[in-house]
């Protein structure tokens, strides 16, 4: 297949809006192209060349990319520079391009030629890169140099995530969205949107189904519900097992020491890869007496000097590309463990916790080191108990807990009843848990925010049916005067010129400067109430959700966008305030 052609069916997803009109445009271009060729094609509609946990990084800042773009274009690098500024995108600067493609390449070719530039390290690096897209995009058409220039500097945004992807997958197979579980859950346990792609178009739906877990490839966490008080858990779980919740990074550990060198990777929240972050965990994990792995844990940094955890923030020092050894040193992590997903061949997704649990237990039975733990937990029989715990755990410094069902097996990817969170302050009434919100957008200061440029900013949920981001709140309070500044550096760097074509918004929301859906930050509310503008819920028979008196709590860089709190719970948590209130 000619990547001229992918760029042409990528050209017209830009132009629509609709969700199934771009899932059909996707499925007919997955189902003309070859395995090799649809595993490809998904990791560039993604503005990717490889799954998230590996990672891309082309390391080509836009000012650079304007040497390549004044080269082709036979203009000067001011008067790129001002049209990019005019359009808001450079790629659509190379559009206007009329040079004479040499060559018309292969989907297979340009991804070989972008592997190559990405490679290109060392002294001279930029200089080389510049030199080899220059050459390399003279050989696309001036629609496919677009594409490419946003791959390139990350700013592709064709306005759709995995979840369309596993969409089109399924209309590729069968003409409609009925085998989608079947893909999705291939996915939860195999997470890597290229691979699911090969998969299924080389074996099938049978192929997808018989996909196993591989040591090494992120599987999708599940997550927790969240209810208000300890007595409605209780009622809905009956006997259960309740554990600390901690306020760390939580991370999936894979472990693989059947190679001469043993292969440990840490995976976040969002599925980085983190292994370089924490020498002082993989120093440590390496000593337990199992060949393959792959866990749960909560990685939390402690004072050493008295043993207590220390705030969200201080653990996120630990996410960082430089001085990782001395930061290991000042600040000190404890990860306990939590579940077991696999072990020396044998999955665990399917055990029910009571098995898995046993078997973790095992599993660390002999182990000596301190850096690593298998967290505590109490078994309850009655909510009172449950309460006494919660409170004790408050009391030490805690978020609240997690209460799991001991016969639930570990869901990959899925939001359920399985496990449920008791956060601190729940039971006092209101809406007293934080929503992780996507940053959409920001408005412009006026009075003393003048001088930060923005006064308050547009926040939303994330609607997965629709893969899109709805809004619920304007917020302007909970920051410091830097914060401000802060958020505003963070939003120019993703700001567009429109509104990105996954977020829903009516135009009297619309901010002043809209931003990609990249951010995502906790956001604490009084209450949720109807509302006749926000989209979140919004259908053509209920009113959208919003919510009263919000305020920025803090960053979650542990998350996606698409790992936001999604429309579905804050539905459930707006009826939730008036059960409670009874």
Same mark, same amino acid.
């Given at each position: 297949m000619k990547f001229s052609y992918v760029s042409q069916v990528f050209n017209e997803i830009e132009k629509i809006s609709g969700r199934l009109e771009m899932t059909?445009?996707?499925?007919?271009?997955?189902?003309?192209?070859?395995?090799?060729?649809?595993?490809?094609?998904?990791?560039?509609?993604?503005?990717?060349?490889?799954?998230?946990?590996?990672?891309?990084?082309?390391?080509?800042?836009?000012?650079?990319?304007?040497?390549?773009a004044a080269h082709l274009l036979g203009l000067d690098e001011p008067e790129i520079k001002k049209l990019a500024k005019d359009s808001g995108d450079l790629g659509l600067v190379l559009e206007t391009g009329k040079w004479l493609q %040499?060559? *018309?390449?292969?989907? !297979? =070719?340009?991804?070989?030629?972008?592997?190559?530039?990405?490679? &290109?390290?060392?002294?001279? $690096?930029?200089?080389?890169?510049?030199?080899?897209?220059t050459k390399f995009l003279q050989d696309l058409d001036p629609i496919s140099a677009k594409f490419i220039a946003r791959i390139v500097i990350g700013k592709l945004r064709l306005g759709f995530s995995d979840m369309t992807i596993i969409d089109a997958l399924s209309w590729m197979e069968?003409?409609?969205?009925?085998?989608?579980?079947?893909?999705?859950?291939?996915?939860?346990?195999?997470?890597?949107?290229?691979?699911?792609?090969?998969?299924?178009?080389?074996?099938?739906?049978?192929?997808?189904?018989?996909?196993?877990?591989?040591?090494?490839?992120?599987?999708?966490?599940?997550?927790?519900?969240?209810?208000?008080?300890?007595?409605?858990?209780?009622?809905?779980?009956?006997?259960?097992?309740?554990?600390? %919740?901690? *306020?760390?990074?939580? !991370? =999936?550990?894979?472990?693989?020491?059947?190679?001469?060198?043993? &292969?440990?990777?840490?995976? $976040?929240?969002?599925?980085?890869?983190?292994?370089?972050?924490?020498?002082?965990?993989?120093?440590?994990?390496?000593?337990?007496?199992?060949?393959?792995?792959?866990?749960?844990g909560e990685a939390i940094v402690y004072d050493p000097n008295t043993g207590n955890f220390l705030p969200f923030q201080e653990t996120v020092k630990r996410?960082?590309?430089?001085?990782?050894?001395?930061?290991?040193?000042?600040?000190?992590?404890?990860?306990?463990?939590?579940d077991l997903l696999y072990l020396d061949g044998q999955e665990y997704l399917t055990k029910t916790y009571t098995q898995r649990r046993k078997e973790l237990l095992h599993l660390f039975e002999k182990y000596k080191g301190e850096d690593i733990k298998v967290i505590e937990e109490k078994k309850i029989d009655n909510y009172k108990d449950?309460?006494?715990?919660?409170?004790?755990?408050?009391?030490?410094?805690?978020?609240?807990?997690?209460?799991?069902?001991?016969?639930?097996?570990?869901?990959?990817?899925?939001?359920?009843?399985?496990?449920?969170?008791?956060?601190?302050?729940?039971?006092?009434?209101?809406?007293?848990?934080?929503?992780?919100?996507?940053?959409?957008?920001?408005?412009?200061?006026?009075?003393?925010?003048?001088?930060?440029?923005?006064?308050?900013?547009?926040?939303?949920?994330?609607?997965?049916?629709?893969?899109?981001?709805?809004?619920?709140?304007?917020?302007?309070?909970?920051?410091?005067?830097?914060?401000?500044?802060?958020?505003?550096?963070?939003?120019?760097?993703?700001?567009?010129?429109?509104?990105?074509?996954?977020?829903?918004?009516?135009k009297e929301l619309a901010p002043d400067v809209w931003v990609y859906p990249e951010i995502v930050c906790s956001v604490r509310a009084d209450d949720i109430t109807l509302s006749p503008l926000h989209t979140a819920g919004l259908t053509s028979k209920e009113l959208g959700l919003a919510l009263r008196f919000p305020r920025f709590m803090g960053y979650r860089p542990d998350k996606s966008a698409g790992e936001a709190t999604e429309v579905y719970e804050v539905k459930r948590l707006y009826k939730d305030q008036f059960e409670y209130k009874k």
């Open positions: 059909k445009l996707l499925a007919d271009l997955l189902k003309k192209a070859t395995p090799e060729e649809s595993k490809i094609i998904c990791y560039l509609s993604l503005g990717e060349l490889k799954p998230p946990y590996i990672g891309t990084k082309f390391q080509v800042a836009e000012k650079n990319f304007i040497k390549v %040499k060559e *018309d390449l292969t989907v !297979l =070719q340009v991804y070989k030629e972008l592997e190559l530039i990405e490679e &290109i390290s060392g002294t001279g $690096s930029q200089d080389g890169k510049i030199q080899s897209l069968v003409g409609n969205k009925s085998i989608r579980k079947n893909i999705e859950n291939a996915y939860n346990i195999c997470a890597d949107i290229g691979l699911i792609a090969h998969t299924i178009k080389d074996g099938g739906l049978e192929a997808i189904k018989n996909m196993t877990i591989t040591v090494g490839v992120p599987i999708r966490p599940a997550a927790a519900e969240r209810m208000p008080t300890a007595k409605a858990i209780f009622e809905k779980l009956g006997d259960c097992i309740a554990q600390p %919740k901690l *306020d760390g990074f939580r !991370l =999936q550990i894979h472990m693989d020491k059947t190679h001469k060198t043993p &292969i440990i990777r840490f995976f $976040s929240r969002n599925l980085i890869d983190m292994s370089h972050m924490f020498p002082d965990i993989t120093k440590a994990i390496i000593d337990l007496d199992v060949q393959e792995l792959i866990c749960e996410k960082r590309k430089h001085d990782i050894d001395q930061m290991a040193e000042q600040l000190p992590l404890q990860v306990y463990i939590f449950l309460e006494d715990y919660f409170v004790a755990n408050i009391a030490s410094g805690l978020e609240g807990l997690v209460v799991k069902k001991p016969s639930s097996h570990y869901e990959p990817g899925k939001r359920n009843f399985n496990w449920i969170k008791l956060k601190r302050q729940e039971d006092t009434g209101g809406l007293e848990d934080t929503l992780d919100c996507v940053v959409l957008g920001y408005y412009f200061g006026k009075g003393k925010r003048t001088h930060f440029g923005l006064g308050a900013f547009l926040v939303g949920v994330y609607n997965k049916h629709e893969d899109a981001f709805q809004t619920i709140a304007k917020v302007g309070t909970g920051m410091k005067d830097l914060e401000w500044v802060e958020l505003k550096a963070r939003c120019d760097k993703i700001k567009v010129a429109h509104m990105p074509k996954n977020v829903q918004c009516p």
